[in-house]
């Protein structure tokens, strides 16, 4: 496109004085033409330093951008970028680079071959992460990250600043603790047979027996070797089903947790579409098993209400179905499911259950 009337008489006025810096920005004369490209002229100005294009509507940078060596700060605030333009990394002496309130969602790599690098504002875009290679940035001593939804490095840590941020990433090349524990909840009415199946986890050798029906919650711990010889903990949650219990479900059920519905069939009298329901509500969609004591099979799965929109399931002939697992044959899966769920927090701070 044509370089607006504008934009064309600073460059030409720069180039006429051989300035080191200008703004092309319409930020204080509203009624002007946004940019929507850098203008080519502007890669005529080998001696420019300081460039401001600032509140325009830019998307991209032409590999041309490289041809200002000497360039050491660049403002694109309040533009429309949904990434760090490649080309950006072709300019070896740039100090400062200004790039907030766009719609970057990702910080390249390549950023790290900003050596000269001091400042860098992200501020007010979309960024959840931030690449080690930021620790190659040695000279950098400014850095802002408010306002994006970040997740690596968290954001408590970003807010230290800098150095907070590096030893974070030098702890994280070093290898992460790996958190080999996870939280299995057992559900279902009172004396439906939850403590019985929590001891026979427990101890395989376990003899059935009468027990008392659980006040509250007991929580014990379960432990096993993995293939690769690590201890592996599973702390198990046996809560009571009394229906003056269900009110303190809120504080306990939690999120990235396994969870274990337990039906006594005989009654027929287990409210599958609470209990699902409420574990669902509660624990963004946690994978659950449910498991018939009846005919000692289990089903396992995600969370799933769908199928229980009645009060009551379907017991008997549902309970068999060709889907469900002998419960003499479910301990490596229960196993595996509580492996597999750890894994998914390894990327996580350690948390105590």
């Known amino acids: ?16 004085m051989g300035l080191t810096k200008i ?30 294009l600032q509140r325009n509507a830019l998307s991209y940078i032409p590999t041309d951008i490289s041809k200002l060596t000497n360039l050491s700060l660049l403002n694109l605030d309040d533009n429309k970028f949904t990434y760090i333009p490649d080309a950006i990394s072709g300019l070896p002496n740039l100090q400062i680079l200004s790039m907030s309130r766009n719609n970057i969602s990702i910080v390249p790599a390549f950023i790290g071959e900003l050596s000269s690098l001091e400042g860098l504002n992200l501020g007010n875009n979309k960024i959840s992460e931030l ?22 490095p968290p954001p408590e840590i970003a807010a230290k600043g800098i150095t907070s941020i590096r030893e974070y990433f030098r ?5 992460r603790d790996y958190l080999y524990e996870a939280k299995f909840i057992i559900l279902g009415e009172g004396g439906a047979g ?15 027996q009468d027990e008392t029906s659980t006040e509250g919650v007991d929580v014990i711990s379960w432990s096993f070797k993995l293939d690769e010889g690590r201890n592996f903990r599973v702390n198990i949650w046996d809560f009571g089903g009394q229906e003056i219990y269900h009110t303190t479900h809120q504080f306990f059920l939690t999120k990235r947790s396994l969870y274990a519905l337990v039906a006594d069939t005989r009654k027929e009298d287990t409210d599958f579409y609470y209990w699902l329901n409420i574990v669902e509500m509660l624990s963004d969609s946690s994978p659950i098993i449910v498991v ?20 009551r399931m379907k017991t008997s002939n549902d309970a068999q179905a060709s889907s469900a697992t002998p419960l003499n044959k479910c301990w490596q899966s ?20």
């Not at 939850?194 to 059935?208: A, H, M």
């Open 131 to 152: 690449p080690l290679a930021m620790l190659k940035l040695q000279k950098l001593r400014g850095l802002a990250l408010g306002n994006n939804p970040l997740v690596t």
């Open 23 to 52: 703004s092309l920005t319409p930020l204080h004369q509203p009624q002007l033409e946004p940019l929507t490209e850098i203008p080519p002229e502007v890669f005529e100005l080998r001696n420019l330093r300081q460039l401001d």
């Open 292 to 311: 018939d004591l009846l005919h000692k099979c289990a089903i396992i799965g995600a969370c799933d209400t769908k199928p229980y929109k009645t009060s």
């Open 194 to 208: 939850k403590t019985t199946l929590t001891r026979k986890i427990e101890n395989s050798s376990y003899q059935l």
């Open 334 to 353: 229960w196993k595996q499911a509580c492996v597999t769920l750890a894994g998914q927090l390894r990327s996580s701070e350690r948390t105590s259950y």
């Open 1 to 16: 496109m044509d370089t607006p009337r504008w934009a064309k008489t600073m460059i030409d006025h720069a180039k006429e």
């Open 171 to 175: 702890q994280l090349g070093e290898g």
